[in-house]
């Protein structure tokens, strides 16, 4: 762009970007302001190619007006101005406000009915016969909105999926009634809500559309079929910015007594999208948006990561929690079965026979039980007790809280996977650096040595890992 247009550009969208409602709330957001933007640099050309290519060129009321005429007396304009769902139209109003009464106009009104044809009446229906044929009856449900949290590998993502199959136990049928979301430390609102992304088709060499993101587009079928329940996984939530990501979307988390949102809020962006179904467009083309009965969102989160980015008060406020124990009994079957791996030259008894404490009554405990087995259960275990007791002899020396082992770093039951348990090279640089690096950074008892050190006294076969934790 020439420096004309850029800073007319620039001018352009820092206006609609100040203007605010009463309530604080902005007026447009940057993926309305961007589709507006877009319309007046190059709708003008899809008019039979129009000379005058880029409207931002236009700096004074005059020239613009001029311009104006022209294009909208054109027989074309009116197609060009549908198919862009009335963008091409609203910009140039919006464009010759500013142009015309200065930055000190506020409160522009208008904005892009998008699926609704030009001269529609905005406050009633649509006459185009498909959209009245859409009713959205709301449902006697009541949503789940649920945090699943614990150490790592307890089972967090086990316990959504067992939720998940008992209400669809089909497959197909569960995957068409879900999507997923993982949360980053990059992940966006855009990503997770939707934004404007620029398109390339046959028809169109470039064009800026809405994309949705997997809430929006839950969101959609959830209206669609409000007699079906619909969730939205999101996996990790405390590892991106939660409040961030949701936007202003967050505000509609608060859930009545029938599910509905109690506070529904204007997204001209999803509005627009829903309208773009003639099924929907009667109901959301002013863009006021709320989450439905048959809406539920399903979160883990894995504390042990919660100094990430920490969930405030408010956003916990308006999620149930839900704590996922360590509990072993929850394995499958080649996962609790003794392996190589823990394999050694004496009984487990005799090696920890001088251990006292609570790991050695963990140990006489599951011998009397006959749980005490070379197995991945038997070694956890004892890696949690072994935490428990250093922890209890760290407060009572006077050791600062923080400095002690959190209790999130025990090992779940789904901390490894099967073929973890299978080779012992892979369980030593996870499992045991894990250990080292981790959880027993600071005792004065346990993986004294350096990880080299016990890599090389431990890759050996007949070399018992059990040891490491007498």
Partial sequence: MGKVDAE????????????????????????????????????????????????????????????????????????????????????IKLYRMLIEQGEAFSHPTEHARYYIRSGAVAEGPSNEGRGDDFYFTEQDMKPIQRVYYGAPGTG????????????????????????????????????????????????????????????????????????????????????????????????????GEKGRSEYPIINRDIGAYFSLDPWMKNIFHEGKIWLPANFNILATMNTADENIFVMDSAFKRRFELRYVPIDFSILPENMSMERSIFAGTRPLEEVFAQTGGAVGELIRRLAAKGELKRNWPTFASIVNVAIDEENLASKKQGVAKDRRIAENKKLGPFFVHAEELMDKQLFLNKVIFYLKQDVFTESTHYFLDAFETIMDAYKEQEADLFELLR
């Fill in 156 to 255: 967090k993502s086990h316990s959504v999926n067992e939720l998940l199959k008992a209400e669809y136990p089909d497959e197909k049928e569960r995957d068409a009634h879900i999507k997923r979301a993982i949360f980053h430390p990059a992940y966006t609102y855009g990503d997770f809500v939707g934004c404007i992304k620029p398109m390339v088709s046959a028809d169109n060499p470039l064009d800026y559309s809405f994309v949705a993101g997997p809430f929006t587009g839950l969101l959609k079928q959830a209206f669609l079929h409000p007699s079906e329940k619909y969730y939205l996984i999101i996996e990790e939530i405390n590892r991106g910015d939660a409040p961030s990501i949701f936007g202003d979307v967050f505000q509609l988390l608060d859930r």
């Fill in 8 to 91: 007319n550009e620039k001018r352009f969208r820092e206006w609609l970007k100040s203007q605010v409602q009463y309530d604080g709330m902005r007026c447009y957001t940057d993926n309305e302001i961007s589709a507006y933007a877009y319309a007046l640099r190059v709708g003008a050309t899809k008019v039979e190619n129009n000379a005058m290519s880029n409207l931002f060129y236009c700096s004074d009321p005059q020239s613009l007006s001029d311009t104006v005429e022209i294009l909208m007396r054109h027989p074309d304009f009116a197609q060009v101005n549908e198919e862009g769902h009335g963008t091409l139209e609203v910009s």
